[in-house]
């Protein structure tokens, strides 16, 4: 509080962003802004692979589920719905919340497996927007695991 009593309200700022930064609410919320953009996302994806078929896909710019069964594509958009669900529910109701951290890892480890298969089909800009989305990922997995758990 001696701060406070420096220079008047540019140091009240100061102590209040150092008190904020202190017990992790800057961070926690960066944690949930994290999260809520890869659930939309990964709901997103998952639905429009299971609602539609896999040539209307391909037709639609996912040249690479020509490499993968139509089960397979329905599994990954399976998959990627249940994620979604995972990164969020469990924290929001406080049931087995340490799945959110794991559905988290789940993502960067699906974003690890399209890397290789873009790459593969020399498939450079998709390859960045799935690194993108594993640090994303891999970062609330690094909070949610270690200090700013639930």
């Not at 998959?79 to 969020?88: D, N, S």
């Given at each position: 509080m001696a701060a406070i009593r420096g220079d008047g309200r540019g140091a009240l700022i100061r102590y209040i962003s150092l008190c904020c930064r202190k017990n992790g609410i800057l961070m926690n919320v960066a944690l949930w802004v994290i999260a809520g953009l890869l659930t939309l996302a990964f709901l997103l994806a998952g639905v429009m692979k299971l609602a539609q078929p896999k040539d209307r896909l391909a037709a639609s710019g996912m040249a690479w589920t020509e490499d993968f069964s139509a089960g397979a594509i329905k599994?990954?958009?399976?998959?990627?719905?249940?994620?979604?669900?995972?990164?969020?529910?469990p924290a929001v109701t406080g049931v087995?919340?340490?799945?959110?951290?794991?559905?988290?890892?789940?993502?960067?480890?699906?974003m690890a497996g399209a890397v290789v298969v873009?790459?593969?089909?020399?498939?450079?800009?998709?390859?960045?927007?799935?690194?993108?989305?594993?640090?994303?990922?891999?970062?609330?997995?690094?909070?949610?695991?270690?200090p700013y758990a639930f």
């Open positions: 599994g990954l958009g399976a998959l990627e719905v249940l994620i979604a669900f995972g990164l969020v529910l087995v919340p340490v799945l959110t951290p794991l559905a988290a890892l789940g993502i960067a480890l699906l873009h790459a593969r089909r020399a498939e450079s800009p998709v390859i960045v927007v799935n690194l993108v989305l594993l640090v994303l990922a891999a970062v609330v997995a690094w909070g949610r695991f270690g």
